[in-house]
Nanobody
Framework: VQLVESGGGLVQPGGSLRLSCAVS????????MGWFRQSPGKERVIVAAINWSGDRTYYADSVKDQFTISRDNGNNTVYLQMNSLKPEDTAVYYC?????????????????????WGQGTQVTVSS
């Protein structure tokens, strides 16, 4: 399984970006997925998560009403729409897939819950 993120870049405060995570090797349609971010010197933390069918989502308190996670199982892609970006959103963003057994329609919020990771995409919010 390979996960490839794209869509990062430099944006001004208040701007928007949409990150994409393309899954190859095996389709994304059956797996819970998540977006995490990591800033220099800090641990990797959950941003948003989505269950295998896309009808259940989770958001960290810091991004509620600001970010939206979605998935297109037909195209094996998971998205993270990021609006009203702030300097504190600056980080490397990673997508992750849980290929191992999972429970029902669950989503997962912990780093050890995922077993495949993308290489990360840098998001910088600065004027």
């Amino acid at each position: 399984v390979q996960l490839v993120e794209s869509g990062g870049g430099l944006v001004q405060p208040g701007g928007s970006l949409r990150l994409s995570c393309a899954v190859s090797g095996r389709t994304s349609r059956d797996y819970p997925m998540g977006w995490f971010r990591q800033s220099p010197g800090k641990e990797r933390v959950i941003v948003a998560a989505i269950n295998w069918s896309g009808d259940r989502t989770y958001y960290a308190d810091s991004v509620k009403d600001q970010f939206t996670i979605s998935r297109d199982n037909g195209n094996n892609t998971v998205y993270l729409q990021m609006n009203s970006l702030k300097p504190e959103d600056t980080a490397v963003y990673y997508c992750a897939a849980r290929i191992k057994e999972y429970s029902g329609s669950s989503y997962y919020t912990m780093v050890p819950s995922y077993d495949y990771w993308g290489q990360g995409t840098q998001v910088t919010v600065s004027s």
